[in-house]
């Protein structure tokens, strides 16, 4: 098994995508801390390509142990126009507890970033308290005032605010 793990890491990091693909498969298919340990490595790097090649593979690999690397390589300033593979990544993790960070992508993130956010924030179900409410509606109003802070705020204003919407009722039950 451990010479199967390093030949699917060098297969993984290959420029060839026919050899990399299945390598990724099997390496999820394996799991493990092991690979676990490997696929967030890639998070820290500077290599966009093994970054979103880590993320796509930590998607499909549902670990939830994968959120808080993730989400650290997400807010990394360097990273701000890599972010969209990465928040893809969170769809099948357990981000309930990540309720206003996933407000805040959704805000200040791109095109990418901010569908990425939508579909996490309409896909899964978020532990909140009533600050948290308060402190999204606080940033949607700021956006609001301020729309140059959120990328492609007209084509997406109507979206957030249903979004927004959706989350503030609860400040009303």
């Not at 026919?18 to 298919?29: G, N, W």
């Not at 390509?49 to 670990?63: G, Q, T, V």
């Not at 990540?98 to 901010?114: H, P, R, S, T």
């Not at 990425?116 to 009533?130: M, N, R, T, Y």
């Amino acid at each position: 098994m451990v010479l199967d793990l390093t030949i699917l890491k060098a297969e993984f990091l290959s420029s060839d995508w026919t050899i990399a693909e299945p390598a990724l498969d099997k390496l999820v298919s394996i799991g493990g801390d092991e690979v676990f340990e490997f696929l967030v490595s890639f998070l820290s790097g500077t290599d966009v390509l093994m970054r979103n090649r880590a993320s796509i593979a930590l998607h499909d690999s549902e670990d939830s142990r994968a959120v808080e690397p993730l989400m650290q390589a997400i807010t990394k300033k360097e990273n701000e126009n890599y972010r969209g593979t990465m928040v893809f990544a969170l769809d099948t993790l357990n981000c309930s507890h990540l309720l206003v960070e996933m407000f805040d992508l959704l805000f200040y993130g791109n095109a990418e970033v901010k569908m990425g956010a939508i579909s996490i924030l309409d896909g899964q179900i978020f532990e909140f308290d009533s600050d948290d409410l308060h402190t999204i509606k606080a940033k949607w109003d700021d956006v609001q005032q301020h729309p140059e802070v959120c990328p492609e705020y007209i084509k997406n204003k109507e979206d957030i605010q249903h979004t927004v919407d959706g989350f503030i009722a609860y400040l009303e039950v």
